[in-house]
């Protein structure tokens, strides 16, 4: 059975800091992409970064220079980094694995990804 399992969110205060991390279980992730995705109320799941199997990153530009994702194949798990974090970051945020081996075009689409995790919430008071 495949699994993703997030943890790392809470309650911080502008500024600070959080680490998530995605855990992956039931087979290898090392050859595919791993993307964090973010769902605020009332409003659509977002893509925030993803991480090539090679290690190649993007970014949405609403955290561009703030949020740093990184893996660890090894422990088959992802990690976002969140630094300067504003109150705009509130959400529960999800990890995801990529369909494909090759990072597709369309990396900032929810359809591209065949699995996900139950997500963590992340809040951050002003």
């Known amino acids: 059975q495949v699994q993703l399992v997030e943890s790392g969110g809470g309650l911080v205060q502008a500024g600070d800091s959080l680490r998530l991390s995605c855990a992956a279980s039931?087979?290898?992730?090392?050859?595919?992409?791993m993307g964090w995705f973010r769902q605020a109320p009332g409003n659509e799941r977002e893509f925030v970064a993803v991480?090539?199997?090679?290690?190649?990153?993007f970014y949405a530009d609403s955290v561009k220079g703030r949020f740093t994702i990184s893996r660890d194949n090894a422990k088959n798990t992802v990690y976002l980094q969140m630094n300067s974090l504003k109150p705009d970051d509130t959400a529960l945020y999800y990890c995801?694995?990529?369909?494909?081996?090759?990072?597709?075009?369309?990396?900032?689409?929810?359809?591209?990804?065949?699995?996900w995790g139950q997500g963590t919430q992340v809040t951050v008071s002003s």
């Open positions: 995801a694995a990529d369909r494909n081996s090759i990072l597709g075009a369309r990396y900032y689409s929810v359809d591209e990804y065949a699995y």
């Open positions: 991480i090539s199997r090679l290690g190649t990153t």
């Open positions: 039931g087979r290898t992730f090392s050859n595919v992409a």
